[in-house]
C-alpha cells in the first residue's frame, strides 16, 4: 500500500517466527559472531585473509532476511550479488565494498525512481 502523499511504502508483513525460536535464533548466530571474532584474533593473520569472504557471507545472510520478509524482488538480488561479491574479492574488504556499492546504489535508485 502507497501513501502518496507522504511517500510512505508499507509491503505485505508475513507470519514470523515464535518467540521462543526468535530468541534460540538469535542466540545461535550471536555464539557464531563471538566463535569467529575470537578465531580472527587467536590468528589475526589467517583471519584477516578471510575477512572479504566472511563479510560476504555474513552480509548475504542478513540480506537474504530482509529479502524474506520484505518480498520485495530487488533484495534477492542484492543476496546473489553480495554472495558473488564476497566470493570474487579476496584482496581486501574494501575491494568487497567497491564491488557491491554501486549495486545497492543503483537498485535503490531504479527504488527511487519507480516510487517518484
Given at each position: 500500500?502507497t501513501?502518496?502523499?507522504?511517500?510512505?511504502?508499507?509491503?505485505?508483513?508475513?507470519?514470523?517466527?515464535?518467540?521462543?525460536?526468535?530468541?534460540?535464533l538469535?542466540?545461535?548466530?550471536?555464539?557464531?559472531?563471538?566463535?569467529?571474532?575470537?578465531?580472527?584474533?587467536?590468528?589475526?593473520?589467517?583471519?584477516?585473509?578471510?575477512?572479504?569472504?566472511?563479510?560476504?557471507?555474513?552480509?548475504?545472510?542478513?540480506?537474504?532476511?530482509?529479502?524474506w520478509?520484505?518480498?520485495?524482488?530487488?533484495?534477492?538480488?542484492?543476496?546473489?550479488?553480495?554472495?558473488?561479491?564476497?566470493?570474487g574479492?579476496?584482496?581486501?574488504?574494501?575491494?568487497?565494498y567497491?564491488?557491491?556499492?554501486?549495486?545497492?546504489?543503483?537498485?535503490?535508485?531504479l527504488?527511487?525512481?519507480?516510487?517518484?
Amino acid at each position: 500500500m502507497t501513501y502518496p502523499s507522504a511517500g510512505y511504502v508499507a509491503y505485505r508483513r508475513l507470519a514470523g517466527l515464535p518467540r521462543f525460536w526468535r530468541i534460540l535464533l538469535l542466540a545461535v548466530v550471536a555464539g557464531l559472531v563471538a566463535a569467529a571474532i575470537a578465531l580472527l584474533v587467536a590468528r589475526p593473520f589467517a583471519g584477516l585473509d578471510i575477512m572479504p569472504l566472511v563479510t560476504g557471507l555474513l552480509l548475504t545472510f542478513v540480506l537474504g532476511l530482509v529479502a524474506w520478509r520484505s518480498t520485495a524482488p530487488r533484495f534477492y538480488l542484492l543476496v546473489v550479488f553480495s554472495a558473488l561479491a564476497g566470493l570474487g574479492s579476496s584482496l581486501a574488504l574494501s575491494a568487497y565494498y567497491a564491488a557491491i556499492g554501486p549495486g545497492v546504489d543503483s537498485l535503490g535508485l531504479l527504488t527511487l525512481n519507480k516510487h517518484l
